[in-house]
């Protein structure tokens, strides 16, 4: 999710465990708890590829976070036992932080930091929760990066908590709802994809890799992105639609695919997006590239990875440090308004409309 979310849900969850104790307090070190994880955009792990695939890597470790979380807890402890000695009149222990038990630190900041990678895995682009075991990114994708809906409760807890002091209450209401929109995603996705199944299964399609995920900032309309060899199938279907959805194709560059996973950053993006790649080959700078695009973000027109990752020599590739194309941003404020009102079922859209010639569709029926 979004930083600003990020520092909300550790507000509201550090004012839920030490909020009696704490006030205040309790839902400022939480939010500030909550963004940590993602101090990682900080590091440059040597090319593009790796910057985007490394990304809530170890900092959004369940292992390290649950390990950081107890280090905090014993110096937070031995700090607060330090001061109180040297400040007995000061630290009496009627409340505040003396009264904060060794066990309730452990719980406000386990709870704080391991909160942020766990939404993070409801997003598309996912987390890796089990780091350093080389599993693939764990992803849910029942959320959009940014839902206003997830983090509007959370907000409103943290503003009625700081002015009003009733922090543990507004806290525990915030997450609450927010929770339950959670579920509601999820709940949502499993809709749509009753109702997609059975369009796939009268093409052959019902054991293709599917990924079905919201799109921006709602869980109303859903995109479903399927992979067919060396085409991919995408749809839109909105919960309020009353027709079986219909696909529209197009070219994934599957010639280009083994020569991709031949390079060291190919296998990587391989790894981190699974089959949900495009390849293509494109004219830059007097060169041939080779170029992979990470499906799962975006929709055709808009997707905003894309990554060099060859260029030709020959007959053969020849790897390259990977480079993030630059993905524009032609007409994005009209594609989501039309995107707006395909979600209430209101006008009809092609996804394919979208396609600009860079990314020219080879196949298409809407």
Known sequence: MDSMTQVLLGGAVGGAVLGRRLGRKAVIGGAMLGTLPDLDVMIDFGDAVANYTYHRGFSHSLWVLAGLSTLLTAITVLLTRWYGRRHPARHAPRG?????????WWLYFTFCLLTHPLLDAFTTYGTQLWWPLATPPVSWASVFIIDPL?????????????????VVW???????????????GLGAKAMVDDRLTPVLAERGLESAPRLIQPTPFNTLLWRA???????????LISLLDDAPPGLETFKRGEALEEAAQATADGARLTWFAGPFLRYTSRELDGETLLVATDLRLGFPGYHPFSFTLAKRAGSDWLPVASQQLDAGNRGTREALGQLARRALNQAPLCLGDFVSPRLAVEAQSC
């Open 96 to 104: 505040g932080i003396a009264s904060v038990t060794p066990g309730h």
């Open 150 to 166: 997830y983090s509007l409760p959370l907000l409103a807890a943290a503003l009625i908590g700081l002015i009003s002091g009733r």
């Open 170 to 184: 507004a806290s525990r209401i915030g997450l609450a709802l927010s929770c339950a929109y959670l579920a509601f």
């Open 225 to 235: 992105t399927i992979i067919d060899g060396d085409v991919y199938h995408e749809t």
